[in-house]
């Protein structure tokens, strides 16, 4: 009976632990429609903004980064140097420092590479009776810098020699001259010069000698002059006779010797040898002893050999002698000769000034052979001394090399001194641009607004590196309220104003913009309650591309600044509109 009590209990304790487990699970579930009920969206509203009065424009905006104009990599000649090694020796500049004309842009092998300003690249060396433009070019810089004084005349000639080794004086250094081989012709051709100058001073002489009859002291002097003649021939005969008798005494000295026995040296030495060979000597001994023999045999052999010079020597000396007779012989007999000429051709001088003119014409000739040649051969500029860099003044930007490198490549960077900054422009802007628009420059990261305008603007796409779907521009600041080296190397944004409003205009964005059936442009805005709408017909103005906004001026109903016009709506909801003549049905398509 008990067990069925406390099976009865337990049923009544399980039904109420489900009943309850039901009750509480039944207030946390709920069905998919209370489900969806609760996460759907609150009531569709409207999104509008305010109407603003503001300036507009209507610009085209790009990016483009800036550098210096014209940049240059600076290589020089490989000819610079005498065939050694091109080292930097010096003057290397400082990045940022100014590059005018005239300067010394660097120093190698010890010698300085100058910068001239032109268009045309040296491609060769100037040198005396050089022509053409590139001399012109030179002469025209020369001209500048003060050193050529008279007009260029595209001819490298004495003017020109002179301005070139003007400028290399004010820098320093000597110019480059003639070569060894061109020297040693300057030097004969010069000899050459000055002897024609003694032939024609000695001519002159002669003519005024025929022209003026001897004084009395130059009749003197030339009997003199004779008397010393006759006695140089006695003096040489005597000479003569000296030679001869020497020679005679030489000769009978060589007989002597011939003749004469062997010496007591070399006869003891023999007697010695035979004396050791008899007693039966030592080999020793006997070699020591043939070693004697042998020197006095020398000896003997010297002292002939010293006869037979001895007659040399005096038959040298006679052969001296009878041509010094000789000598003195042809001497008088050219001095009476010239005396006897000069006594005929006293009175007519037609010989002598056959000479004097001869002697001028040579003199001429060969003063215009050295004219000529050192006209061909002076001062010269080498390409590699020299680099011609077209809107002087630059700067220089980097730098390669320093002191004591070798020079291979570009040496430094050169750029011009104004920024330049290039960008690309799209097909549909194109057509908007042209050269000499005003620009602003402006980052607003830097703090940096400056005004440029439009320098350059390609007819064709894909110039000058940018992408082949759009156009190359180039814009470039004007004024000088703005830092080089801040604005080189960063990327700018270009505007570009097209058209500007006259002042602020009531302004709202191109979505607000909508048009009627008849096409006409409207806007939906906001009324005070905030859920209905009035529709005003307006008249649209100057559209601000960068700000998506555009100008209005009601037409039809009344539109006031901070009125609020509406840019989205919910298809799914369509508010009334107010009865000012226009309604929904009216609208077209937003």
Known sequence: MQSRKRLFFAVIAVAVLFGAGGFVL???????????????????????VPVETTALSNDVVVRGDAEFEGAIDLVLDTALGDGASRVVTGRVPEIDSVVNEGDVLIEVSGRPVFVLEGSLPGFRE????????????????????GYLTVTPDRLYGSATEEAITAMYEAAGYEPRAESDGEESQLDIARDQVEAAREQLADANDRLDDLQEPPSDLERFNESQQREQLVDAISFAQDGVADALEALAEAREQQVEEENSTPGEGLLSAIDNLTELERNGA?????????????AAQQADEQRLEAAADAVTRAEDAVTDAEERVVDAREALSDFDTR???????????????????????????????????????????????????????????????????????????????EVRITTGVSEANRP??????????????????????????????????????????????VGDDYNVSEMVGVNFRLQIPLEKSDGEVLAVPQAALFVGADRSPRLRVLEDDGETTRIVEVEVGLTDKNRSLVEVTPL????????????????????AATDDGASDEDEGDS
Not at 27 to 48: M, N, Y
Not at 556 to 575: I, K, R, W, Y
């Open 26 to 48: 039944g207030q946390r579930l709920e069905s998919p429609e209370e489900a969806r009920a609760e996460v759907e969206a609150p009531e569709p509203s409207l999104i509008a």
């Open 126 to 145: 100037f040198k005396p009776g050089l022509e053409g433009d590139d001399v012109l070019q030179l002469e025209e810089a020369l001209a500048r810098l």
């Open 339 to 417: 005396n006897a000429l000069e006594d005929q051709e006293q009175g007519d001088t037609s010989s002598a000034e056959e000479a004097v003119a001869d002697a001028e014409e040579r003199l001429a000739e060969l003063e215009d052979d050295l004219n000529e040649l050192e006209a061909d051969i002076g001062v010269r500029l080498p390409t590699a001394e020299i680099t011609f860099l077209p809107n002087l003044p630059r700067t220089v930007t980097a730098v390669d090399v320093e002191r004591g490198d070798f020079v291979t490549g570009s040496v430094m960077r050169i750029s011009g001194t």
């Open 556 to 575: 039809v109903g009344e539109l006031l600044v901070g009125d609020f016009v509406v840019v989205g709506l919910d298809n799914q909801q369509a508010p």
């Open 282 to 294: 030592s080999a020793d001994q006997i070699t020591g002893a043939n070693r004697q023999v042998a």
């Open 432 to 477: 908007l641009l042209e050269v000499g628009q005003r620009v602003i420059i402006d980052s607003a990261q830097l703090g940096i607004e400056v005004e440029g305008e439009i320098a350059e603007l390609a007819d064709r796409t894909g110039t000058n590196g940018v992408a082949d779907t759009r156009y190359y521009m180039l814009v470039v600041p």
